[in-house]
């Protein structure tokens, strides 16, 4: 099945397809530009009315789980299977080093890969010449979690809000079964994505 099959022309108004790199982060767009994929921007308000407008993203990315010299840039938010995002009017600023992102020789081909093949959808998208929008994918609620529960918590300790997952398979020729999930805390104005594999 292709991005189409899944990708469908039905215009839901909280829900932009593969957003621009310059309407996603506010700091570093040029570093952000290399290493992250933004999938889609969704409206805050649409999950809770109190957000308002703002808008909060989904990323795809494909670090390099093997280089464990990316460890010291590790933080709370930004460690194996998980990054996080400070949202500041509705744009990210990447909560560590993007040093994060540096690549060993032996994983750059399978870096190459996710890159191109996201590249492709996107392309796949402008030329259909239609705004084209996500269609069913879950928003709010709780996740489908491919193994254990993860939900983040934010700095006071407090279970963070679901905002959506995303099969990445559907835009990406990834290495693997790969799920992602974003949470966001209001209170602290954080975006937290994490994946899980199978």
């Not at 500041?88 to 994983?107: A, V």
């Not at 996740?143 to 963070?160: R, V, Y």
Request: charged fraction near 30%; aromatic fraction near 16%.
């Amino acid at each position: 099945m292709g991005i189409f099959d899944f990708l469908k022309g039905k215009k839901e108004h909280h829900i932009d397809l593969f957003p621009e790199i310059d309407s996603v982060f506010e700091t570093n767009i040029d570093k952000a530009r290399e290493v992250f994929f933004p999938i889609c921007s969704i409206r805050l308000g649409v999950i809770n009315k109190n957000w308002g407008d703002e808008k909060i993203h989904l990323i795809q990315y494909n670090e390099d789980p093997y280089n464990e010299a990316t460890a010291a840039y590790f933080t709370e938010y930004c460690k194996d299977n998980m990054i996080a995002f400070n949202l500041r009017n509705g744009k990210y600023e990447f909560k560590t080093s993007f040093k994060y992102f540096d690549l060993q020789d032996n994983w750059k081909e399978w870096f190459e890969k996710t890159k191109e093949t996201f590249i492709k959808s996107k392309e796949e998208a402008r030329q259909s010449g239609e705004n084209v929008y996500i269609k069913g994918i879950p928003i709010g609620g709780k996740p489908e979690w491919l193994q254990d529960d993860e939900t983040p918590l934010d700095p006071g300790g407090k279970p963070m809000h679901f905002i959506t997952e995303f099969d990445t398979h559907w835009i990406c020729d990834d290495y693997c079964e790969k799920r992602l999930f974003l949470f966001y805390s209001p209170e602290y104005r954080i975006a937290v994505q994490l994946y899980q594999i199978t």
